[in-house]
């Protein structure tokens, strides 16, 4: 379940989430740091993304396009798992 990371309500989100989205209860930005799956105080630039740019305010909108809305779900997701998939097959023992 998605909740926004300001007020906490559940979000009934669906597709990408813009620059200029907001949550319908708080009417805080949705296309921010704080509600990113990435975003972390103890990471560098508090992003786990490696090769995004340091964003100074982390509560209103931006353009990092790393951005994946918390909880939610992305094409980089899928490619994830796949890649995850992918090696452990490689290294599966056989038997």
């Known amino acids: 379940m998605i909740k926004c990371a300001f007020c906490g309500k559940p979000l009934e989100w669906e597709g990408k989430v813009y620059r200029n989205d907001t949550c319908p209860k708080c009417g805080r930005d949705l296309h921010c740091c704080a509600q990113c799956k990435f975003y972390d105080v103890g990471a560098y630039n508090q992003c786990k993304e490696t090769i995004a740019e ?5 509560e209103k909108a931006n353009f990092c396009e790393h951005f994946v809305l918390r909880g939610g779900d992305s094409n980089h997701q899928g490619k994830e798992a796949e890649a995850k998939k992918a090696l452990e097959d490689l290294f599966k023992k056989g038997g």
């Open 54 to 58: 340091r964003v100074v305010d982390i």
